[in-house]
Every structure is written in structure tokens, then in C-alpha cells.
């Protein structure tokens, strides 16, 4: 021990269990080893320990309109709740807790949250709230939300639960590649929608935050069905190799282009964009293989087309493309998009085109809070104007930089 320097008197400390330790303790001692069915009778006891009842675990569907009750022994399972029109969905866009009063007592619905990543909602009734219960169950909740997303890998149990229609192979083929729909730090935010949920097949999105470098792509592979979806695959498995070697992004797109024609042959192709953004300062970095230019918004606005050179499509072999870069200002937003989003048209009628998009990205911009609102709200809102039909896939990836820095959250108060 270095000289002067005191060792801590443990007398002084008092580390024994108390009744929130010892409570979301059970969770963390059992969660190991506990089977993925057991969770949901755990949960209930646990809410029970504090005078909750009637516990209901609530999960996105895989379109994003629906929480759907998980069922369980001891759950109270009712019946699907809107994400638009609800006090469960409210709780679920904003990520915080919403108390709503009920005759014999307060009916609590707290957001269940993978990181900053919404999984779904956990309902409970109480005779009556104070602060201790509202800080005790939010701790209690991100407990839940941690044992749902570790044990969904080891189950059918939570994915039965929120599809509610028939889904292509295809389809499941792209929902498991993805990465979490929604991220968010103190510095940037990030958040993507994929449709047709249930029959996507050839569009995918990756990202991955390695110190104060946020890479991400989309992908857009040629054709339908299982074809689509297995390119879509190389392309993002691909893409993350690439990515994780540390190299350029022009060596990124040769790396993606030769794994592509290697395996597929040249008639194949998939359209890309991989982008590069320093959270720390704002300096975005992107290649475009393709895809439609993204849009920058700014103050709730569409500015401009994020407009640069372009290259072939992956797997072309296109020659060494140029990286666009620019410079963004805290609070700019950049929305990413498959060209079926924009492309999608009644036989014989003008396609859906950009302006359309730019004219509701500003509506929904201005009515929404929050990357994952905007871009699940524009998303629906698009199909409803498409006439609520998807002929190609349309995938929406939206970014937004917010700057500062994150170091306070690694000191204790």
C-alpha cells in the first residue's frame, strides 16, 4: 500500500443483505442455470414479494404494432395491446414508467429494456405506489428484461410469443442475423425496422459501437425469398469480418465484393452502404454501393440528400470507391433506406418516390420523440400511404448524433 495512504476500515461499512438486494438477488443467483419456463412464475413471486399481482411481460411483435402477453404460469395473460394507443405502448416508445389508476389500486407498466434497446413491458397492480416501489420494480424490471434476452436464445418459447402471423423461412433467416433494433448513448442513437416483417427477405442492417466509432451498413440483396436472404447473409457476415480486421472502408466494400461474386457468381449482386460516424466529434464516413442517398435531418428537417460519388454493387467488382465524409451537428439525424421504400408503385402509376418520403419524414419529425418512435412511426406510416402492401423489401436504419461524452456514467456518485 502505497505511504499516507489509508487502508478502508470494513468496520465502518455496513454490507449486510437488505430487503431490494436480497429480492433481485434471487433473480441474479438463479437466473444461471434457471429453465427458460421457470422464468415467468420467478417473476410473479418477485412481484408478489413487494404487493404486486396480476403480472403481465408484454413483447414487441415482430411488425412493432403490437405488445403480445407471454404466456407463462402465474402471468396474467390477456389480450394484445396497441404500441400507438395504449398506456403499455406509452411505456414502451418512451421508456419509462407509466402508472395508471385503477379502482383497487395502481396498474404500473414498466419498460423492459435490453440496454437501451425496448424488449417489451412488465405490468403489475399495487394497492398504492411510493418511491421505494418505483425504484425497487424499475431495477426489478431490468433484471427481467436481462433473463428474457439471455434465455431467448435458448428457447422457441419468447419468438412464438411475438409472431402473430405465418413467417417465411426467409424471413426468419434475416430476423436472426439482426442486431438489436435500438441502441442509444449519451453521444449518438441509432434505430431500424425491417418490412415486410413477416416475408423480408433480401434487406438486413448490422452496427457496432467500438469505442467512440459507430460502424454500421445496410444490405440490399437482389431477388426474393431464400436466394435473397442467403446473400443477404454472406454480405453482412461479410461486412462484420471485415469490420472487425480494422480496415477502410473502401476495403471493406472489396472485402464484402469479392465474398460476394466468389459465392454466387456475377449475375448476383447486393446494393450496400456502410458508414463510419466518430461520436466524440461527428465526422460521418460513408461508402455508397447502390443504395439511395440518405437524408440529413436537421432541427426535426429534412436539409438535404446526403449525395456522393457511388460504386457498383457488391459483387460487381467495382473499382475502389471514394469515401464521402461530412461533418454533422449535435442533434442531426441521418435516415437510411432500401430503394423499395421509394420505389414501390400501383401497376401502370408513379412510383412512391423520394419526395413523398421527405414530405413525411418532416410530419413524423415533428411529432415523434426518439429515434426508435420516428422510424417505427414513418415505417407504418409509409406502407399505410403504399397501400398497406410491400412488394419489395423497405428498411428504414435512422442515426442520430447527439455529441458530449459518456465518462460520468463510470463514476459512483
Known sequence: MPQGERR??????????????????????????????????????????????????????????????????????????????????????????????????????????????????????????????????????????????????????????????????AAEIQWSLLPPLAMSVPQAA???????????????????????????????????????????????????????ASIGLSEIYAFMDRAIAEQFGPDHFVTAQMMRLDIATGHLQWVNAGHPAPLLIRNHQVIRQLAGPTTLPVGFG??????SERMLQPGDRVLCFTDGLIEEHEAGEEQFGEEQLIDWVNRIERTEKGVRAVVRALSHALKQQRGGRTSDDATLFLIEWRGGAADHLAVLE
Open 8 to 169: 478502508p476500515d470494513n468496520g465502518m461499512m455496513d454490507r449486510s443483505e437488505g430487503f431490494g438486494e436480497r429480492l433481485l438477488g434471487v433473480l441474479l443467483d438463479r437466473a444461471h442455470e434457471m429453465p427458460p419456463q421457470l422464468i415467468a412464475p420467478l417473476i410473479a413471486e418477485e412481484v408478489a414479494r413487494v404487493g404486486g399481482r396480476d403480472v403481465s411481460i408484454l413483447l414487441q411483435d415482430y411488425g412493432q404494432l403490437m405488445l403480445v402477453p407471454l404466456p407463462g404460469r402465474r402471468l396474467t395473460v390477456g389480450e394484445p395491446e396497441p404500441i400507438d394507443d395504449s398506456p403499455s405502448g406509452r411505456a414502451f416508445l418512451q421508456a419509462t414508467t407509466v402508472e395508471v389508476p385503477q379502482s383497487d389500486g395502481v396498474r404500473m407498466y414498466l419498460p423492459l429494456l435490453d440496454g437501451s434497446d425496448q424488449v417489451g413491458v412488465m405490468a403489475l397492480t399495487l394497492d398504492a405506489v411510493d418511491d421505494d416501489d418505483r425504484r425497487l420494480l424499475r431495477r426489478l424490471a431490468g433484471l427481467v428484461a436481462d433473463m428474457l434476452v439471455t434465455k431467448h436464445s435458448y428457447t422457441d418459447q419468447f419468438f412464438l410469443a411475438r409472431r402473430r402471423e405465418p413467417m417465411s423461412v
Open 318 to 323: 467495382g473499382e475502389e470507391p471514394e469515401v
Open 190 to 244: 441509432v434505430a431500424g425496422i425491417l418490412e415486410p416483417a413477416y416475408s423480408v427477405a433480401g434487406d438486413s442492417f448490422d452496427y457496432a459501437l467500438n469505442e467512440d466509432i459507430l460502424h454500421l451498413a445496410m444490405v440490399d440483396a437482389m431477388g426474393h425469398g431464400l436466394d435473397a436472404a442467403t446473400m443477404a447473409t454472406i454480405a453482412v457476415g461479410a461486412y462484420r469480418h471485415a469490420r472487425r
